[in-house]
């Protein structure tokens, strides 16, 4: 029964998850539709593929920290949230991007940056494709027992009494 409870708190916690990443990258980069935020140039048609695949991986890893109390590295949660604030960057107007107009210019963000704005979605697609597969390798090579706590470390019998001769 608890099993069932965890795994269907796992599946809330992914798509809750997914869908926070998908507003605070979806809203930023206007995307979605909203009164804050107005795009220059047009979305691109790879945007609305990095923007559906990052929340979803997103969501999924949000997910393996759900009821684990197994002492793992925090590399794999650092990686996910710089993945994160790569696709925003990756998906957004170039013209919007303040700091890339006042490092490089209208014409520097639409000649330079837009045309690497695909290789950044794929840096942090990969980087954030890397912290679920580091996440999920360490959960299966350190599993934790069913009621979240770490399985007692087995310990050997003890030995009969030495006799004295």
């Known amino acids: ?10 599946l809330v916690v992914a798509v809750t998850a997914a869908a926070v990443v998908a507003v605070a990258v979806g809203v930023p980069s206007a995307m979605l539709a909203n009164p804050f935020f107005v795009r220059m140039t047009p ?7 990095v923007w559906a695949l990052t929340a979803a991986l997103s969501g999924v ?6 009821n684990r109390r197994a002492t793992v590295s ?11 604030i790569g696709s925003v960057l ?3 107007c170039p013209l919007c991007n303040k ?4 490092a490089l210019g209208v014409s520097g963000a639409l000649t330079v940056w837009a045309p690497i704005q695909p290789l950044i979605a794929a840096a942090s697609l990969a980087l954030l494709g890397w ?6 390798t ?7 027992g069913g009621d979240g706590a770490l399985m007692p470390a087995v310990t050997a019998a003890p030995s009969a009494p030495e006799r004295d001769s």
Not at 1 to 10: D, F, G, S
Not at 99 to 102: F, I, K, P, Y
Request: with cysteine; charged share 10%; proline share 6%.
């Open 138 to 144: 360490t959960l299966r090579s350190c599993p934790a």
């Open 90 to 92: 990756a998906v957004g």
């Open 1 to 10: 029964m608890m099993a069932r409870r965890v795994v269907w708190l796992q």
């Open 131 to 136: 912290a679920l597969w580091r996440r999920l």
């Open 61 to 66: 890893l949000a997910a393996t920290y759900v």
């Open 43 to 49: 979305v691109p048609w790879w945007s609305y593929a």
């Open 99 to 102: 700091l890339v107009v006042a």
């Open 74 to 84: 925090a590399a794999p949660g650092r990686a996910g949230i710089l993945a994160n």
